[in-house]
């Protein structure tokens, strides 16, 4: 059974660099896709990115760059750095699988992406503030 | 942006009873949907994916429906552990997007 657990700093200061991990258990992360979703208060669930097979990566364009999502094989975690964060970065922030693993052509070359999430983590709240 | 409108926002029911979310999207997603349930200070939970799939585990009591932009989410003589939070969500193969619905609360 795979399991995922987020840990990170509980509060983080404007304009600064939220960091989180996220500790698998059950299963290696060396291949696979690890993906990053938040919630922030009163809002609805808000994909921010992942990461495929140890490198490939892609991000929700809503974060404008500021998300980079790792792994540490070593570690068997996934890490995200979210850079430059204002009060609306406030969110439980949860680590999850990505499943149903899909092939689509683009610009000529095969992509490899997945259609939903099976495995989270219970999450970690994060509040931005001075 | 494809938006996601879950409805209704809250529904109250009994143990026993059989119920059914709607989700709506916002143009067509074909059956690129899946269905979680979420506890609080839990882990989400996937219930549903492609619409109408059963994830592992899940009992025969959940199932799901539809295509296009309308999509049901059905529980069938609901236990007491079934009241939770259940998202829709949808996906866009490329570029990869992923938006879910605002929820719904199945509540006592």
């Known amino acids: 059974q795979v399991q995922l657990q987020e840990s990170g700093p509980g509060l983080v200061r404007p304009s600064e660099t939220l960091s989180l991990t996220c500790t698998v258990s059950?299963?290696?992360?060396?291949?696979?896709?690890w993906s990053w979703i938040r919630q922030p208060p009163g809002k609805r669930l808000e994909w921010i990115g992942y990461?495929?097979?140890?490198?490939?990566?892609n991000y929700n364009p809503s974060f404008n760059s500021r998300a980079t999502v790792s792994v540490d094989t070593s570690q068997n975690q996934v890490s995200l750095t979210l850079r430059s964060v204002t009060d609306a970065d406030t969110a439980v922030y949860y680590c999850?699988?990505?499943?149903?693993?899909?092939?689509?052509?683009?610009?000529?070359?095969?992509?490899?992406?997945?259609?939903?999430?099976?495995?989270w983590g219970q999450g970690t709240l994060v509040a931005v503030s001075p | 942006e494809i938006v996601m409108t879950q409805s209704p926002g809250t529904l109250s029911v009994s143990p026993g009873e059989r119920v059914s979310l709607l989700c709506r999207a916002s143009?067509?997603?074909?059956?690129?949907l899946a269905w979680y349930q979420h506890k609080p200070g839990q882990a989400p939970r996937l219930l549903i994916y492609?619409?109408?799939t059963r994830a592992t585990g899940v009992p025969a009591r959940f199932s799901g429906s539809g295509s296009g932009t309308e999509f049901t989410l059905t529980i069938t003589s609901l236990q007491s552990e079934d009241f939770a939070v259940y998202y829709c969500?949808?996906?866009?193969?490329?570029?990869?997007?992923?938006?879910f619905g605002q929820g719904t609360k199945l509540e006592i």
């Open positions: 059950g299963g290696s992360i060396s291949s696979g896709c």
């Open positions: 969500q949808q996906y866009n193969k490329w570029p990869p997007e992923y938006t």
């Open positions: 143009q067509s997603v074909s059956t690129n």
């Open positions: 990461i495929i097979d140890s490198g490939n990566t």
């Open positions: 492609g619409a109408s």
């Open positions: 999850a699988r990505g499943a149903g693993f899909t092939s689509v052509w683009s610009w000529g070359a095969p992509r490899t992406t997945v259609a939903h999430f099976d495995y």
